[in-house]
């Protein structure tokens, strides 16, 4: 019989995918003789049978009755029992963290009769009946799926009746009417009484806590974070421990680093009297870890050492969610915590320095997203720009845009193209679709563990909370400042937040770059110089650290897409080395399209020569650019790729132009003749049209100037001293015969320029793989070619069949949804699929000859998870956009290490 319950005793951590995470972090913390409550975790198997049957397996019942029986005897209590009950909490525990994206239900066991109990045997009759009132409110929101208000305008009505603002300042009668106010509330809006009997409760959150995986806003986060959609969740059933027993008790979180920073210490919020779901809402503000230590000496320093154990345990930053009961300190969660890209790169290094890690697992401890994260530009402080207020970073980045009230005005202005912040009193899940388009996340309550700060921080979305000089005031659309009455700030306002001081300013700031980024472009020592605290220094020094890592380690080489040389130039600046792609498409651009129109138009040898002729010395200037630029390095010159009518006046427009001419007698008949050109070479399929290798090979002269600008361009290069690598490239070709034409004349002209200069100019020519066939047929193709470089776009295109163009707006957002891919196959390479495609063009290429040197040239070339791919089957580079170069570099580095046996032969 399948194994659905485990005991906390009975995991460890390295079962994330049948505990979740949080059920096995309990397990491990259980396993290290910490104080943990006593519990036991329902697996993810579970959830996953009763996703896909709709029933909870008969199995689960009974081991369930185990567990539960096991940790009654061991606690000497009964679940819900009338005299001292046990009493348990049911939490979701997904494999990967989804913060406040599913269910909790506290306090299960509670009933008319165990409330009496718990009164005597806690002797404190107004927390046993607060704690039944947040019982059916969270069962009754969370199981039964009442609306939250209705259970929170009770309370608000409570406590206007008895003239108290603070939910603990009701008494046990008030307690007592509550109760049974939210009784009726259940049984008036879902139609039953709330359930008496202990196991059914306990049952019922279970169920509910599964079905809380498929919820709208768990789909979008997930989707959001590329967590797949059949993981399920686990279950954990804990022993309640309570933190509103009074002022020797409370709850809190805690990280051993600072979680923005990264700076070692001791950091985290904690409330007094109240239970954990009080701080992670922001609802009240907290005291600080060093307030604790004066407060009670022993939890202090108990959980200090539970910190540092945890710590090294994990070898990484934890966060950890604890709670003292009358004094006694128990850990209720742990796990590897989340934190900014900022504090990643930190902790990783300060963490080898206290050689606790390699520098090779440091640089697993990092990601391309975190770095990509740290080169986003930051505001400039020219002083102009009057600063609102200052509250907490909690999650970097410089975020501009005029103040959105909700999800719909968020989503609303986004999709029309402007920035948005998102401004709440504070956040919940609900907000989610919100903060998700939002350029950046303001709230006036709540500290760096609300849910606005760890989602933002999930996210990498620029976030400052806690700024409470604010009132917003979301149903009249206005954010009052206090001390500014002449102020009212509203929708048609533009704010910027920054989350690295907190600062909330008024207006359109200004924007320069990251500290990263300087030192991207210029270098260690003149990021340093230009450092303005300790900080940033240990940030760029990490980073460096880290970067040079990676260089050293990683076995792809990282090229660039570039077609200019301002483009060529960046790449270099970032540490590309070489350029992987030179699109030339748009040499025939601007003012030369009228060249390639009386190319297509030519009836002549004579004036298509013209044409050509007219094009040459043009090109030639470009290809002498990008060889100085590119000196000593790579350049792999892809020949045009685009049919040719993109080239041409767009059919409509010259139809109507013509037919109006022709209507006022002006019509030239030029027009005419281009117009019947412009309609022959229109295409049904572009994608799948006259391009390519195929367009190369079928209009004369196309090849020949091309490779001799690139040749010309090559020996001016020379005879100036310089050192021109250029590599050419054929696209689109599908079958070898195609290469070996485009080979024969290309070879022929170099022999000419060759034979005209004296210069030797053999340079390889390659061709992409971008075809299936292609893929397929490359132990023959590779017969003509000296070099691959997979083009994925048009690869994943052709493999899926559908072009980009016309499938990405209109439905991938349904496919995704259905699961069809769980990200968008044009972002991370398909790997079933199109990385097939590579892998079998790797095979078949390398059969022929096995030193062929592989690239990529897609897209995907600048993606991390696509990155290790491309390490996996042994490419020799990956080529990516100018800004994506440094995170490729890393990305390489950490494929190399995660993969060390993957080598080229
Ligand atoms: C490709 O198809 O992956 C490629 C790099 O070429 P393009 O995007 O220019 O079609
Ligand atoms: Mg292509």
């Known amino acids: 019989m399948p194994k659905y319950v485990y005991r906390f005793s009975e995991g460890d951590k390295d079962q994330k995918d049948l505990l979740g995470g949080k059920g096995a972090n309990l397990a491990e913390m259980t396993r290290l003789g910490l104080p943990v409550p006593p519990g036991f975790t329902i697996t993810t198997d579970a959830c996953r049978a009763y996703l896909a049957d709709g029933t909870v397996p008969d199995e689960l019942a009974v081991q369930v009755t185990t567990a539960l029986r096991e940790m009654e005897e061991e606690l000497g209590r009964q679940l819900g029992a009338p005299e001292d009950p046990l009493l348990v909490s049911v939490r979701s525990g997904a494999k990967f963290s989804m913060p406040g994206m599913m269910e909790t239900v506290l306090n299960i066991g509670l009933n008319d009769e165990s409330v009496l109990g718990l009164a005597e045997a806690s002797s404190d009759a107004r927390f046993a009946w607060d704690s039944y009132r947040r019982l ?10 009442i609306d939250g208000d209705h259970f929170s305008e009770r309370l608000d009505a409570k406590k206007a009746e008895r003239g108290v603002t603070l939910d603990y300042e009701l008494d046990v009668e008030a307690l007592k009417e509550l109760v049974a106010e939210y009784k009726s509330v259940v049984l008036e809006y879902a139609g039953i009484e709330f359930p008496q009997d202990p196991r059914a409760q306990l049952d019922m959150a279970t169920e509910a806590v599964f079905r809380s995986w498929n919820t709208e806003r768990a789909h979008i986060y997930r989707r959001r974070e590329k967590i797949p959609h059949d993981l399920g969740t686990a279950v954990n059933v804990c022993t309640m421990v309570f933190g509103n027993m009074g002022e020797t008790s409370g709850t809190g979180v805690c990280f051993t680093r600072d979680p923005s920073t990264g700076r070692s210490g001791v950091y985290g919020d904690y409330l007094v009297n109240a239970q954990g779901e009080d701080v992670v809402a922001g609802i009240r503000n907290t005291l600080s870890l060093a307030d604790l230590k004066t407060l009670d000496r022993t939890s202090y320093d108990e959980l200090r050492s539970a910190m540092r154990r945890l710590e090294t345990h994990y070898r990484d930053l934890c966060d950890i969610e604890f709670t003292i009961e009358r004094g006694k300190l128990w850990l209720l969660q742990t796990r590897v915590g989340k934190r900014t890209a900022a504090a990643a790169f930190r902790v990783a290094t300060q963490l080898v320095d206290e050689k606790l890690i390699t520098m090779d697992e440091a640089l697993t401890r990092v990601t391309g997203d975190q770095l990509t994260q740290l080169m986003f530009p930051q505001f400039e402080h020219t002083g102009d720009n009057e600063v609102l207020t200052r509250a907490m970073p909690a999650s970097p980045g410089a975020a501009v845009g005029h103040i959105a009230f909700d999800n719909a005005e968020a989503i609303a202005r986004t999709e029309a193209g402007e920035s948005v912040i998102l401004v709440r009193r504070e956040t919940n899940p609900d907000d989610l679709p919100g903060m998700v388009v939002a350029a950046g996340v303001l709230t006036a309550r709540g500290g760096k563990t609300s849910h606005a700060a760890v989602v933002a921080r999930g996210m990498g979305k620029t976030c400052v909370c806690g700024a409470d000089q604010l009132e917003v005031d979301a149903a009249a659309r206005t954010v009052r400042v206090a001390g500014r009455d002449d102020l009212v700030l509203t929708s048609e306002d533009v704010i910027a937040i920054d989350g690295q001081t907190g ?16 030192y991207l472009r210029r270098g260690l020592e003149e990021a340093l110089d230009a450092a303005g605290n300790v900080d940033t220094r240990e940030l760029v020094t990490s980073v460096d650290r880290l970067m040079r890592h990676a260089d050293k380690v990683r076995r792809l080489q990282v090229r660039a897409n570039a ?39 030519a009836s002549t040898e004579e004036e298509r020569d013209n044409a050509l002729a007219a094009l040459l010395p043009l090109q030639k200037g470009d290809f002498i650019q990008m060889f100085e630029t590119m000196n000593g390095k790579p350049m792999t010159v892809r020949l045009i790729d685009p049919p040719l009518h993109e080239f041409l006046p767009d059919l409509t427009e010259l139809s109507v132009k013509v037919a109006l001419d022709r209507e006022r007698g002006t019509l030239d ?8 050109v412009v309609r022959r070479s229109h295409e049904a399929n572009p994608m799948l049209g006259l391009r390519g290798v195929r367009l190369l090979l079928t209009m004369p002269g196309l090849i020949e100037l091309q490779v001799r600008a690139i040749a010309e361009a090559a020996v001016e290069r020379l005879k100036a001293g310089g050192d021109p690598h250029p590599e050419i490239m054929i696209p689109l070709v599908g079958s070898v015969r195609e290469l070996q034409i485009a080979r024969e004349r290309a070879e022929a002209v170099l022999r000419e320029v060759s034979g005209e200069s004296g210069y030797k100019l053999d340079f390889p020519i390659g061709c992409m793989i971008e075809l299936p066939r292609a893929a397929v047929s490359a132990d023959t193709i590779a017969e003509e070619a000296d070099f691959f470089s997979f083009g994925t776009n048009d690869l994943t295109q052709t493999t899926w069949g559908f072009s980009r163009d016309d499938v990405e707006g209109v439905f991938f957002k349904e496919y995704l949804d259905y699961g069809v891919f769980g990200v968008s196959p044009f972002e991370t390479v398909d790997e079933r699929g199109v990385g097939r495609m590579v892998r079998l063009g790797v095979e078949h290429g390398r059969a022929t000859k096995p030193n062929l040197k592989m690239g990529v040239c897609g897209e995907h070339g600048g993606d991390p998870e696509s990155i290790d791919f491309f390490h996996r089957v042994g490419l020799t ?27 080229e032969d």
């Open 136 to 145: 059916i409110q969270m069962f009754g929101k969370t199981v039964l799926d």
């Open 503 to 518: 600062e909330v300013f008024l207006g359109e700031v200004p924007v320069s770059d990251s500290p990263v980024m300087t």
């Open 563 to 601: 077609d200019t040389p301002d483009d060529a130039r960046h790449a270099i600046h970032r540490g590309a080395e070489g350029v992987g792609l030179c699109r030339t498409e748009h040499m025939f651009l601007g003012e030369r399209k009228q060249f390639v129109q009386n190319l297509i138009l």
């Open 669 to 676: 008949p030029a027009d005419e003749e281009l117009l019947a």
């Open 877 to 903: 580079y990956v080529s990516c956009s100018p800004f994506r170069v440094p995170v490729a570099r890393l990305e390489a580095g950490r494929a190399a290490i995660f993969y060390p046996s993957s080598q």
